[in-house]
Every structure is written in C-alpha cells, then in structure tokens.
C-alpha cells in the first residue's frame, strides 16, 4: 500500500530542490520520464487528462514521458498535483520491494507426531483479502501481465519446473520449494523455463 503522502496545491515549492534558472536541467531527464509514466499508469489518467489537470499541453507532457523537452520546476510541480504523487517521487523512485525465498529457508515448524513441517512464507497484512490460484506453464511466450491496481501484490511458490518470475526486466529464477513476492502494481512477468512447470501464486488486494 502507498503510504507517501500526495501532493497539495498549498505546499510550498520553495521547499523544493533549487534547479538552476529554475528548471530541471541538473535533473537526469529519463529517470524523470520513467518516473512520470509509471505515475501516471498508477493512476490510470489518459495523456489528455493529466495535461488539463496540470494545465499544460498534451504534446508537452508526451515529450516528457518521452525524455525530451526541458520541463521547469513549476510545471513538474503541476504534474505531481495533478498525479497527486510527492515531488520527490520524480526523482528518487521508490523501489520495488521483491523477497525470495528459496526452498530451504524460511522459519519452518515440525510436527511431533508425523513427517510434517509448515514454513511461513507471508504473513497476511490487516485488512487485505488473499486469491489463490494454480498457475501451468508451459516454456514458449512468457506470461506478461500489465500493472495491476495500485497495492496489489502477488505471492508465487514454485512447486515444480523452473520458471523466470516476478517485475518486469528484474525477474528471479525459481526452482521447486521457491518462493517470491513481488509488487503486482508494477508490470510483471511469469517464464516457465523447463516443461511441466506448476506453481501456486497468491494475489493480495490491500
């Protein structure tokens, strides 16, 4: 869940990082691209829409998104009102939080009386509501899934094959037992790399 608190049209810009000639040129032009349009798919806002939000053109919000132009402090400023998303998530992206654990780890319990041992993978967060679900795969074109709503995380135990899983350009390799969780926020991507490849994945809605 994103706890960053948004944007106020009454927050002070002064308090912002002082570019020189007030624009943005110390700023690296394609982090703020990336930033932009993953602000902007979180949000699910057209183009057209944030530019009126922002009271800017269309064309020069597309040059942004595309790493071009040379945008000035105030209209960033605009964009993350009408994205309401902190100014500094332009710059300083949060990072996917990812966690894999592998078959042999985790905190695991035995049973006294049988060969039977439980490992918590995950625990369910307050309020959140858990789909299970058994994923075949099969190697070929991989799974690639679009950013689901914001908050979604989605949690995958291998159980057996090999499979390439989780955020877009950044996925782990899984073996049998594996385990990782992932942002579903975010585009993501499930691989299967060898035949007969089973897994159970969990999508958590917050």
């Not at 049209?9 to 040129?25: F, I, L």
């Not at 500094?88 to 654990?101: A, E, M, T």
């Amino acid at each position: 869940m994103n706890t960053d608190p948004g944007v106020r049209q009454n927050e002070r810009m002064d308090d912002m990082p002082n570019y020189a000639s007030g624009d943005a040129r110390g700023a690296p032009l394609e982090l703020i691209a990336a930033s932009l349009r993953r602000e902007r798919r979180r949000t699910g806002l057209s183009l057209t829409e944030v530019a009126r939000r922002a009271g800017i053109a269309k064309s020069t919000l597309s040059q942004l998104e595309s790493g071009t132009g040379n945008p000035s402090l105030e209209t960033l400023w605009a964009i993350c009102v009408a994205l309401d998303a902190p100014f500094s998530r332009l710059l300083d992206p949060p990072r996917p939080h990812v966690q894999v654990i592998r078959a042999d780890e985790g905190p695991t319990v035995a049973a006294a009386h049988a060969s039977y041992q439980a490992t918590l993978l995950a625990a369910c967060p307050p309020g959140a509501r858990r789909d299970v679900y058994r994923i075949a795969a099969e190697p070929g074109h991989p799974r690639e899934s679009q950013a689901h709503m914001a908050g979604v995380v989605e949690h995958v135990v291998l159980s057996s094959g090999r499979a390439l899983v989780g955020v877009a350009g950044e996925p782990v390799e899984l073996g049998p037992g594996d385990y990782i969780c992932y942002p579903a926020d975010l585009p993501h991507v499930f691989e299967a790399l060898s035949p007969g490849t089973l897994a159970v994945l969990v999508s958590e809605h917050t």
